[in-house]
């Protein structure tokens, strides 16, 4: 099994993540930001990742240490988990739909971390959440997890739709890239040999 687990402490945060790569999509999340919280089931959920989340943080100032540092825990987490990442499929993509709204997503599990973010929102806040929280997260996972993200809504109106599918997507793109190949099981999917920090 494809497991770790990662505790941060810092003056703003206390953050325990636990992933199983080969779970079930179980979930058992708190992290004191209800949509965040919302966001990171549907990517427990949809990616088959077993997900355990505990983050404290100064949220009496804002959202925004929370957020980044629950994505550096989590990306993290999968970045351990990975281990040699040997046999993995290595790239994923994804269209996800909801309702009105289209988002694509793609990732090459690189050790080359980057994100491309062309996500708009109409509003400034959703519930809560200051909507530029959103990037921050992504931005924080994908340079801890070691992953080339290519983030774009397609297009869409709520800012709830438009949300959601990119963390949906974000799963089913992980679910794909993180999959062994049985045809390459002990291969490093590099012509270099080597993946991951």
């Known amino acids: 099994m494809r497991e ?5 402490k810092t003056k703003e945060t206390s953050i325990e993540v636990r992933v199983n790569l080969d779970g079930t999509g179980t979930y058992d999340v708190s992290t004191g930001i209800g949509f965040l919280d919302h966001m990171l089931e549907q990517l427990s959920r949809h990616s ?3 997900l355990y989340v505990r983050a404290e943080g100064d ?3 804002d959202f925004h240490h929370t957020t980044e540092d629950t994505g550096i825990v989590i990306g993290q987490a999968v ?3 990975l281990g040699g990442r040997a046999g993995i499929t290595r790239f994923g993509s994804a269209y996800v739909p909801m309702d009105e709204t289209l988002s694509r997503i793609a990732l090459d599990i690189s050790a080359r971390p980057y994100l491309i973010w062309r996500v708009d929102f109409s509003k400034p806040r959703l519930g809560d959440m200051d909507t530029e929280l959103f990037k921050e997260w992504f931005q924080a996972f994908a340079q801890a997890a070691g992953i080339t993200l290519h983030v774009e809504n397609l297009y869409g109106e709520n800012n709830h739709h438009i949300v959601e599918s990119c963390f949906k997507g974000l799963a089913r793109s992980l679910r794909s890239a993180t999959t ?6 002990d291969a490093v999917p ?8």
Do not use: C, E, N
């Open 4 to 8: 770790a687990s990662v505790t941060r």
């Open 48 to 50: 088959l990742m077993d």
């Open 59 to 61: 949220l009496h100032i």
């Open 79 to 81: 970045d351990q988990a």
């Open 180 to 185: 062994i190949d049985a045809r390459a099981a």
């Open 190 to 197: 590099s012509t270099k040999g080597t993946l991951g920090g």
